[in-house]
């Protein structure tokens, strides 16, 4: 999903899987609630970022790492590929001699 604000979405589908994400994303330090329906559209379920100039590169790179773990754990379609749009638009979002980290919030 494109994004033009700093709201990141990542849509996993499922909501039981969408809760399974949230709460392994949790156990690995990263905050997120997921967003299901009624909040969204049935099968549309997704967890977000919201992309700060706060955060550092290594915040960053350890959330993509545990989204990376996540996806294998859990088999998540086109997961790989909306990460890898995700971190196009965080470098275009953020200016180099930013930092910059995710906040994951519902």
């Given at each position: 999903v494109k994004s033009d604000s700093q709201i990141v979405p990542i849509i996993i589908g499922e909501s039981k899987k969408t809760l399974d994400v949230g709460k392994f994303m949790l156990k690995n330090g990263i905050f997120v609630q997921p967003i299901r329906f009624p909040t969204v559209k049935?099968?549309?379920?997704?967890?977000?970022?919201?992309?700060?100039?706060?955060?550092?590169?290594?915040?960053?790179n350890d959330t993509l790492s545990i989204l990376e773990k996540c996806n294998k754990k859990f088999k998540i379609s086109q997961m790989?590929?909306?990460?890898?749009?995700?971190?196009?638009?965080?470098?275009?979002?953020?200016?180099?001699?930013?930092?910059?980290?995710?906040?994951?919030y519902s």
């Open positions: 049935k099968n549309s379920a997704r967890i977000r970022f919201s992309i700060t100039a706060w955060h550092t590169k290594k915040q960053i790989d590929q909306q990460v890898n749009l995700q971190l196009q638009q965080l470098q275009q979002l953020c200016p180099m001699q930013c930092q910059q980290q995710l906040i994951l």
